[in-house]
């Protein structure tokens, strides 16, 4: 296993830490947040055209970059670092990870290059209450008639669901589970954009009644429901350590300058250690990460309980590692104006957003055979 | 300098020469306490005539001058047994590794090569009864006399002082000094006349430390480690080789307090199905495993050319926190099995033991505390707590048993 990135990947981490820097500094984050789209429209376009960064793990025949996950894992951390509102978390990895599991060559053909190119932005539709991703596709049916289908149900929690121009749908047929295609535009199709406790990334309910739909093929729907849930939750915790170390390195410098009974409040024990072990968690979680980006490219055998053990790992420390940063703020630390709160929420919602700690764990039980 | 990496294919060679060596030499059983020592020592050199001790050292001294990826693999086949190799960890952990760093070449050349073929065992002469975290308070004094330095005083929780051929040992050589500046690090001889060493019970009942005295013991001027009054640098080069020594230390696969132990435990207490013991469980194992990513990760970067440094105390730490992790889930699984157990059953016993060795492993090698505070300081800058005595000459501190 190779735990430590080359110089390429070293020189990737820099680019985008600079482009994001420059380009979505906290004023940029928060007019994102509150505009129509709920993101950075001109970031996006420049994200795939500039840097070519929707495209990392896609293969060069799609026009993507032929990378791979770790390149992806490390994208993921510099946007959970900037908090950068983008639907690369829906698009570029859940959708793009879905289409290139399915055995559907026409459909990868058609829409890959464009999502690659950023023109066009996928979501998948996948959890029901509580977030849960139902490998038999819930209570979402497809029903066919002829060779045309048509999806009845309600799909919540969808990533870049309220900006997708295509829905990739798990649903439940009477053969099995199966994969859709909807157009969101389409009759029958209503979309909610939902008020979430994160303001930096927007989520969106889609309900079906007879909505028109395309069969996708593949031979195992549920075994393409579960790589995309482990290479998704490998993406997830690559944006949360990015999202931890940020909000370490902000009570970190704040537990330096400001001084409280004489002294910077970064002297006193009670302070320097829980920031101690913030920095422990990140250590130990980046370790658990690299590992599980780099299972995810070259030992796939290894990548389902790699990617059990960093989403269980990853999601409680980011949350601890958020609270610490507002706490060690003090009253700044949860005025509206300070970032810090955008760190609590992100951590909070992340850990939640593929469902609770309690199942990420279970999860991880089942792989351990426990 | 060129230390062979190893290519995926020389690794696996390697790793099926560990492999069928260790098979056809590692002992069948532990020896017993009275057989430890010559079981060890003949163990060692075997290891040594292998090619297998020191693997990453300098060959000069004996060593093979490997990276530390065959170190690896040496370790990660020799985890599943249980050698009688703890006698040398202090020797191979800290001590050797100390004098390869800064010792002289006739140091390096008379003392480590009989360290990797088993000859003698090693201790480190550090804490005090009054110096324990603020080791640089230490009261052991070191008076030039003619050619030899003769030192007074008393060392405690010597781990291993019991079988100890040499010892590491700082003593206070200018107490006119400040604290930091006015000690030395020396090669002990444990069998000079005026060593006296005696056992000293832990917690768990066993003896595995002492305390050790020294009574006009002469200790010749070529054996000072470093320069006279540099021994805090030298103390801090051996707590960094320490902390990583332990905390990258594989524990062998039989350790009772590891996740795949303790599933065992819940299997035969039927407890699996039990969602928040199966819980439990997983992240048991989530913080084992990230530690063993988080040492592999750090063993990989000392290869790319960035050593750990102050990053050991993460492992340190996080090692600690692991095993009272550990011992949680042992007794939330077993309940008051884990406390009460017929006579003679062994694994009531290591249960017993794995919960009295939590305590120590929390402050042995440097407590979780000093451990917080390197993160804080050395790795993240932050300010250090305000230090009354660091300019201070020692003779005029009131610190430990220090009344003055």
């Given amino acids: ?370 | 300098m060129s230390v062979p990496n190893g290519s995926p294919t020389e690794l696996q060679e390697y790793r099926d020469g560990v492999r069928s060596w260790l098979k056809a030499n590692a002992p069948a059983s532990m020896p017993s306490a009275a057989e430890l020592i010559p079981a060890a020592k003949a163990f060692q050199a075997a290891l040594f005539d292998a090619g297998y001790a020191g693997i990453t050292w300098p060959k000069d001294v004996g060593g093979q001058g490997l990276s530390a990826a065959y170190q690896q693999v040496y370790s990660d086949e020799a985890a599943a047994y249980e050698l009688p190799t703890y006698p040398f960890i202090i020797g191979m952990g800290m001590c050797g590794p100390t004098v390869n760093d800064l010792g002289t070449g006739e140091q390096r050349t008379s003392y480590l090569p009989r360290l990797l073929r088993g000859e003698d065992i090693w201790c480190q002469l550090f804490s005090e009864p009054g110096a324990g975290s603020d080791v640089a308070s230490l009261q052991t004094r070191a008076v030039l006399d003619g050619d030899a330095w003769v030192v007074n005083g008393q060392k405690v929780w010597t781990t291993n002082a019991q079988w100890a051929d040499f010892g590491a040992l700082l003593a206070r050589t200018d107490p006119d000094r400040p604290k930091h500046s006015g000690l030395t690090m020396f090669i002990l001889d444990m069998h000079a006349p005026g060593v006296t060493v005696r056992p000293l019970k832990d917690m768990s009942g066993r003896a595995p430390f002492n305390e050790v005295y020294f009574d006009d013991v002469r200790i010749p001027v070529d054996a000072v480690i470093g320069q006279v009054n540099a021994g805090w640098n030298a103390a801090v080069t051996m707590l960094g080789h320490e902390r990583v020594s332990i905390g990258a230390t594989r524990k062998p696969k039989t350790n009772p307090m590891e996740f795949a132990s303790l599933v065992e435990l819940a299997r035969r207490h039927g407890v699996t199905g039990d969602p928040a013991q199966r819980e439990r469980l997983a992240e048991l194992y989530a913080h084992e495993r990230v530690l063993e990513l988080f040492n592999v990760r750090m063993r990989q970067e000392t290869m790319a050319g960035n050593p750990p440094g102050a990053r050991g105390s993460v492992a340190k730490l996080a090692g600690a926190l692991l095993l009272r992790r550990a011992i949680d889930t042992a007794g939330q699984i077993a309940g008051s099995d884990t406390i009460a157990w017929e006579p003679g059953d062994a694994r009531g016993a290591e249960l017993a033991l794995g919960i009295n060795s939590a305590p120590a492993s929390s402050i042995a090698g440097g407590t979780n505390e000093v451990q917080h505070n390197i993160i804080g300081e050395r790795i993240l800058g932050l300010p250090k707590e305000p230090q009354v005595d660091r300019d201070i000459p020692f003779r005029e501190l009131k610190v430990g048993t220090q009344r003055g």
Wanted: charged share 20%; proline share 4%.
């Fill in chain 1, 1 to 370: 296993m190779q735990l430590v990135l080359d110089p390429e990947q070293q020189e990737l981490r820099s680019a985008v830490r600079k482009f994001l820097t420059d380009q979505s500094p906290s004023a940029r984050v928060r007019s994102a947040m509150e505009s129509d789209d709920g993101y950075d429209r001109e970031l996006w376009r420049r994200m795939a055209t500039e840097l070519g960064l929707l495209g990392l793990a896609v293969p060069e025949r799609y026009d993507g970059a032929g990378a791979g996950h770790v390149e992806r894992a490390i994208v993921q951390e510099e946007l959970g670092r900037s908090l950068a509102p983008s639907p690369f978390l829906g698009s570029a990895v859940l959708a793009t990870d879905t289409l290139l599991a399915l055995d559907d060559e026409a459909a990868r053909a058609e829409l890959l290059p464009r999502m690659v190119a950023g023109e066009l932005i996928a979501a998948v539709a996948v959890a029901e209450g509580g977030g849960a991703w139902d490998r038999t596709g819930g209570a979402t049916t497809a029903s066919r008639s002829g060779d045309a289908w048509t999806l009845d149900g309600t799909k919540t929690a969808v990533v870049a669901g309220d900006v997708a121009d295509v829905l990739l749908v798990l649903a439940s047929t009477s053969d099995g589970p199966g994969w859709f295609r909807v157009d969101p535009s389409a009759s029958g199709v209503t979309r909610t954009t939902l008020t979430t406790l994160d303001p930096t990334r927007r989520l969106a309910k889609v309900a079906f009644a007879k909505a028109p739909a395309t069969a996708l093929a593949s031979a195992d729907a549920a075994a393409v429901l579960d790589l995309v849930a482990d290479l998704g939750a490998v993406a997830l915790a690559a944006e949360q350590l990015g999202g931890l170390q940020r909000a370490l390195e902000m009570a970190v410098d704040y537990a330096k300058v400001r001084v409280q009974f004489g002294r910077p409040v970064g002297s006193y024990q009670a302070v320097k250690h829980g920031l101690a072990d913030v920095y422990s968690d990140w250590e130990q979680g980046l370790s658990a990460l690299r590992h599980a980006s780099w299972a995810a490219d070259h030992a796939r055998d290894e990548l389902p309980l790699a990617a059990a053990l960093v989403a269980a790992y990853v999601g409680p420390a980011y949350f601890r590692a958020g609270t610490l940063c507002v706490q060690y703020h003090g009253g700044i630390g949860y005025t509206w104006e300070h970032d810090a709160h955008l760190y609590y929420k992100r951590a909070k919602s992340t850990e939640l957003l593929f469902g609770s700690p309690a199942r990420n764990r279970a999860r991880l039980a089942d792989r351990l055979g426990v």
